[in-house]
């Protein structure tokens, strides 16, 4: 794993849970422990009420399409390998949204509204990262 030449997080103090969740196949969302926000991505403190009183809870990895784009060229060399690429933004019952990309689909059959799951990529030893599939 160590060939993996695409960017890559930057663990910060404040989302260590996040990619401790991700390494054993977890998806955690953030939540404020003073107001309830759920909280994505990971931050210091709330940006509801600026709380840093911050804890996790565990997501079902489910999650539905809100809205995608599909990419079919005019990308970096790193990432031709991956083309077509669905890039889209996903709705979780948690209630965050995140961006992700779709993997393991046909592009053309990807629609607004579909229900997806999390899947888990381990990248290097310290990343894995999260991406959602359709649900079959």
């Keep these: 794993m160590s060939d993996y030449r695409k960017p890559l997080p930057q663990i910060q103090p404040f989302s260590e849970a996040f990619w ?13 422990s003073d107001c309830d926000a759920r909280i994505f991505f990971p ?3 709330c940006p509801e009420c600026w ?26 060399a790193v990432f031709r390998e991956d083309l077509p690429i669905v890039l889209a933004w996903v709705d ?3 209630g965050i949204r995140m961006q992700t990309n779709i993997i393991e689909c046909d592009p053309d059959a990807i629609e607004i509204g579909q229900q997806v799951e999390v899947v888990f990529r381990k990248v290097t030893d310290e990343i894995t990262l999260p991406y959602f599939r ?3």
Excluded: D, H, M
């Design 20 to 32: 401790e969740g991700t390494r054993n196949n977890k998806l955690l969302v953030q939540t404020c």
């Design 43 to 45: 931050r210091r403190q």
């Design 51 to 76: 709380s840093t009183n911050l804890g996790w809870t565990e997501a079902s990895g489910k999650a539905e399409i809100y809205a995608f784009s599909v990419t079919y060229e005019g990308v970096e």
């Design 92 to 94: 979780l019952p948690e």
């Design 134 to 136: 359709p649900v079959q």
